[in-house]
Each structure stands twice: as structure tokens, then as C-alpha cells.
């Protein structure tokens, strides 16, 4: 059994921050942390006191987590970025707002004393001398602590103080992980009170000023005597009242969700898929009767729609029946709909589901189709605009050298650029129909017969096409251009410039993907211009869906294998720096060189470039580790080290620098998720390098030495790259049908009542009515089962968490 802990959060905007530039403005961008780790860095929003980001991420972190916090900063070309306030919120605030939190939040002062991290390790005891009595504390080590010098390390030592005693350990320079192991004994004088706390301390030592605070963990006299502590201890900050300065630094407002669940072993989730299999390998004769699929969309919320569809998905998926699930759905959709052009419409099951298949399918074939182009709209940043109230005529000077255009010139040169790229992302996307995936053909031709089926008029003819390029266009294509980031066709956000571009193309492509039928009915006649192009393209389009409907459908409804990744397709490249071999003795910026990196599920290769045909590879079954390296280690920003282990068991490790933390995090991840299957795994691992006969990180001198920081290969970011989990799937689909419980009981009643209303009918209509019944009845009964399950393993956990709390002396 195992624990999922996901952390869903966004970066929405902020309002009224502090000036920081001499200009009166400041330079904006947010740094998210997960105890203490940097996770994600938003975009810099230039010259704003009220910036918007609109950044959105997932986090998955098996082992928990303690504290999210989030830095604004204002950027500085020069000398060190100005820190504005941060917000930090704990687990325990989280996950008492059950559906999330969305709101603004106050910014608060960063407190150097509140900056803390890591762990200290100590044993405790009391012990009886000939003539009185001791507490023994055995200060070991401690890892992770927070880096207070300039070098990226700290001095650390440990104070310990007890009813006004203190006693402290050697200093140990350079590290954040020292080695005390040293022991402190008090004198326990007789009638101490119980409640007196045994204060462990962990300082950085400073030769000039003040020592930095790094951390502190207490023990109750009670607690040493019942149940001596023993092991590792997280350090916390001195206590203090929550300040948010009340406004004076700004705020932001967030969005952010915890989904915490636990997994149990496959075999009790088994009963649950089984029955939403069910809904498609038994399809209904009829086309109001119940099914658990339908129960499931009509008893789930609106709001977790489109994670249900998601984990449906990949269920289906991972049964090899995607293409019958959405077959199955959209018809259900198609038959309830009376106005083709009101289908697919609504956020739907059918509609969510449809568009998140091609998020977790298409994702391959969507990169293929628009990322070169994209690439090329944000390299040459040109000045684009047709709306003449938003037309800046100074921006445009740049362009002729006999100064600014006029609004007419500005309009023709925006429309020629437009014409331009859109030509590009038609000819690319129609010219696609053979690299577009199996399972997305499938799955747009049984969907454009359903419409034929349903809406054969001659004056509906168009609403098959519509619904194919409805889904395609609108949700797939559209949005992707518009925001590239979210689709990880860039790394970052585009600028203001970029953005406008890229939001025209984006409403051109609508209009392309709406078969031009709704053009000229709108607000934007400024678009006017772009229209001619757009009704020449139509043509071109429905061929293209022609096409690309034009495949063998005959073994779509049996279960066929799936997987996101071809073995040999690549899942992530690009230019990444890395570590000489030789490169031990030269000074750090000459040891590292650019080479080009591909990563597919079987192997890591890089080369001089990515032209270059002789490539080194490593298998990704012999990586062993993949995790971050300390600023420390070589003077250098964004490092990562990825551990392998040679067939004689002998462990290399290659150092790699990224460009920013968000491409660290992307490979971190992305390695991570390739390497999800290897069972060599190592569990802790040096975040430093072995140089100068000794370890960086913890000034170990023994090479082979265990790592002295635990490691997170578990620790992704969540994408439609995520692999198939189906306990985990099914367990989400679980939680919203106990959400969804009462519903539930509603329906069954329901559906008794109705069935009673026909007993004395024909026993056509009898049988039916009892099946409708048994449906929602086996359906709460699944849930039910579920339920008793999770809390029989909940009640486990109980007893042997309290079974380790009274500990060893009391059995």
C-alpha cells in the first residue's frame, strides 16, 4: 500500500506591490518552494506593480511535503535581485480547505529566522549514575540544513539547552551536512517539572557579526522519560505570530489544491473497474438506461469533471479500450442532442474526456505539428497588431529607419506577418493527417458517424466535419498556440509582444477550426482583413479531416496494447551542458561543454550537436539516480547528476548544468518518470562531488561512503507524460463517487420507485427497470466495499503508529 500526494497550485496574479526601481515600478517574478526546494520560477513581468502570470503546475510527491511557499522578487540586471515578501502555507492549511484555495493572499517580510530547512539527527536518554541523574544527548549529524555563507554552505554546530544549562558541538566549516557525533550530558536535578523542553539548536557560526539561526527541535522531559527519542527530526523555526505586513507589501492571489489518497493493493480496485468496463463491453440497448459510466457523470461535480475524465482515460488506456470508452461516450452525447450546433458544446464527460485523450495521446503529434513554428514566432518578436485601438505606432520604429509607420503601414505589415505564420500552421497541420496517432484517427471517424447517423439532413452535413475540428482545432491546436507553455512547447511564458501574436493566430485558428461559418458574427471586425485568408484554408481543412478519418477501423473496439512512448521515440531533447570526465582540476567554467541530449524510454544520448550521427548512450535500466547537485559543488547554477551502475556494479555519475530551474525541474522529471520501472534505485546519494580527496557535500573522506541526502526519484512534475497508474487512477474515481454518495442513494431510490410504478407492466419493461436498478445498486455496493477497505487499512496504520510511539519499553 502507498500514499499519492499530489500538489496542484497556480500563480494567478498580484496587486499593488512595492516600487523597487528608481523608475517607480518594479520588475516582478514569483519562486516556488517545497520545503525549502525550488520547484518552479514564473515568467518576469516587466515595469508592473500589478503583474499577471497565470502559471499552473503539478506536483507529485509521494513522500508528503511540509510547507509551500511563494518569493516575489524583483528582477535586477544588475547586483542581486530585491526580495519584495513571500507567502507560506502549510500542508495542514492546505488540506483543510477540502476543495482547494483560491484567493488573495498578503504578502509577508521574509525572516531570515524563519528560513529554515532540514534535519538533525540525536539520541536522547536518561540515565541512572551511582549518584544522580542524567540526560544524555547524543547530537549525531544533520543534513540538509540552509545555506547561509556565500559559498553556498554554512558552519553549522548544535547548542542544546535545558533548564538553563547550554552545552554546544564543535564547529564544522563548509558543509550542510556535518558530522558531530558528540555527546552532551545534563545533570537532572530533582523536581524538575515534566513540561521543562530540551532545546536542540543548529547555528551557523559567523567570525563577523551574528550567528545565523538554521533551525531548532524541542523535547519534553515527559517524552524523554516515557519513550527516549531516537532518529531523525525536522528543524523548525523560532515560534512567531504570523505577520502579513498587512497589505504594505502587495498580495497574490492563488489557486492551490492538495489531492492526498491512499493507494491499496490492485485487487479492491479491481470490482470498481470491472464494472466501468462493463458500460463498454455491455453497451445499452436502450438509450436511457443507466450505466455505471453514466452514473458516475451525473454524480461527480463540474468542478472535477475534467480530472475524472483524465483518470478515466488512462484507465481505458490501460485496458486497451480508449477509442470503445469514447466511442461509447460520445454517442451518449450525440443522442441527447438536439442542435448540432450546440454539440460537444458544454464541458461534458464526453467533451472533457475527448479533450484530454488528445492531451495524453496527441501530445507527440502536437509538438511535430506547431513547434517549429512557434519557435520561430518567439525568435523573431515581431511587432504584430490590427485592433487600431491597441496599435502603438512608437513600437514600430525599429522597423524603418525613417521613423514611426503609420497605422495603415502598421496594419498591412501585421497582416502580411499574420498571412505569414498562419500559412505556415495550416500547410503544417493539413499536411499531418499520416504522423497524427492510430487511436485519434479511430476515435474522430466512429465520432463523425455518429454525427452522420444522428443528423443526416442535408442542411446538418457540415456538423460531421464540425465536430471532428470543434475538438482538434478549438481545444487542441487553438490552445496550444495560444499558450505554449502549457503544452510544453516552450519553456517559459512569451512576453507582451509574443502574446498578442500569438493570441491573433490563435482566434484565426478558431475561426479555421469553426469552418468559417461564424465569421463576420462577431465583435472583432478589426479581424476583417485576416477573413479571406481564413475561407480559402476551409477547403484544405476538410480534406484534411477527410483523411484523416481515412483508416481501418475494424479492430477499434478490441483491446490493443498502448503506451505513450514508442521504446526508441524520444521524449525529451535539446542543448544542455555537460561536465568534462577530465575536467577535475580546471577551473569550473571550462569543464563543462555544450552537447546535445535526447532521451527516449530506453536509452540517454548525447552528441556534439544535433546534427551529429555519433552519439555516447546509456541505457535508462542501469540509471540509478537522477538529483540535484549543490550550487557549491562547482560554483555553478542549476545543476543535476545522473548515477548509473555498470554491469560489475561499479556507480558513475555525470554532472549536466541546465539553462534556469525550470529546465532543471522538466529533465529531473522527465528522467524521473523513464526511470519509474528500474528497480536499482538508490535511496540517498551526494548532492556534491568527490573533489580534494573528500566529499563537497559532507567532507566525507571515504569515496564509496553511503550519500548523505535521501533521494527523490518519486518526485515529478505532473504532465499528460505521467505514466499509467491504474490503483492510483481508480482511487480518484473512487474519492469522487464518495463525494458523490448521496447522489448515489438518490438515484437508487429513484430508480426503486420507478420500478415498483411498473411491476404490473410488460416484462420487457420489467427487465429493464431491474437492470437500471442493479446497476446504481452494484455501483454503491463497490463504493461501500471500497470505503470499509480504506478504513480497515487506516485503522492498521493507527495501531502501529501507536504501537511505535510508546516504543521499545513499552511492548
Known sequence: MAKNTSLHFRVVEGRDLPAKDVSGTSDPYCIIKVDNEVVARTATVWKSLNPFWGEEYTLHLPMGFHNLSFYVLDEDTIGHDDVIGKISLSKDFISSHSRGIDSWVNLSHVDPNEEVQGEISVELEVLEEAHRRVICCHVIEARDLAPRDTSGTSDPFARVLWNGQVLETAIIKKTRFPRWDELLEFALEEGTSGETPLIVEVWDWDMVGKNDFLGRVEFSLDVLQKAPPKGWYRLLPFPSAEDDAGGKLGALRLRVRLAEDRILPSKYYQPLIDLLVESILCPPEEKDDVTPLALLEEVCSVESRQDVATKLVKIFLGQGLVVPFLDYLNLCEVSRTTDPNTLFRSNSLASKSMEQFMKVVGMPYLHEVLKPIVNRIFEEKKYVELDPCKIEPSRTRRISFKGSLSEAQIRESSLEVLKGYLGDIVESIVSSAEKCPSAMRVAFKQLHKRVDDHFPEAENQVAKYLAISGFLFLRFFAPAILTPKLFNLRDLHADTQTSRTLLLLAKAVQSIGNLGLQLGHGKEQWMEPLHPFILSSIGHVKEFLGRLIDVDSENASEKQPWTLFHPSATIKEGYLNKRKADGLHLVSRFTFKKRYFWLSNESLSYSKSAECQVRTSIPVQ??????????????????????????????????????????????????????????????????????????????????????????????????????????????????????????????????????????????????????????????????????????????????????????????
Not at 727 to 748: F, N, P
Open 622 to 811: 542501469r540509471i540509478c539516480a537522477v538529483e540535484r547537485v549543490d550550487e557549491n559543488a562547482f560554483q555553478q547554477p542549476h545543476m543535476m547528476q545522473i548515477t548509473t551502475r555498470d554491469n560489475g556494479g561499479q556507480l558513475f555519475t555525470m554532472y549536466i548544468q541546465c539553462k534556469n530551474v525550470n529546465e532543471l525541474n522538466q529533465w529531473l522529471s522527465t528522467i524521473r518518470k523513464a526511470t519509474v520501472s528500474n528497480e536499482c534505485m538508490l535511496p540517498f546519494c551526494h548532492p556534491g562531488t568527490f573533489r580534494g580527496n573528500r566529499w563537497t557535500c559532507c567532507l566525507q573522506t571515504d569515496r564509496a561512503i553511503r550519500g548523505c541526502s535521501r533521494t527523490h526519484s518519486a518526485v515529478t512534475l505532473g504532465d499528460w507524460s505521467d505514466p499509467l497508474d491504474p490503483d492510483a487512477e481508480a482511487q480518484m474515481v473512487y474519492r469522487q463517487l464518495l463525494l458523490g454518495r448521496d447522489k448515489l442513494r438518490e438515484k437508487c431510490l429513484e430508480l426503486s420507485s420507478t420500478g415498483s410504478a411498473h411491476e404490473q407492466s410488460s416484462g420487457a419493461q420489467k427487465d429493464t427497470s431491474s437492470q437500471k436498478k442493479a446497476a446504481a445498486a452494484h455501483l454503491l455496493e463497490v463504493v461501500q466495499e471500497l470505503e470499509q477497505a480504506h478504513n480497515v487499512f487506516e485503522h492498521q496504520e493507527e495501531e502501529e503508529k501507536a504501537a511505535t510511539d510508546r516504543g521499545p519499553h513499552h511492548p
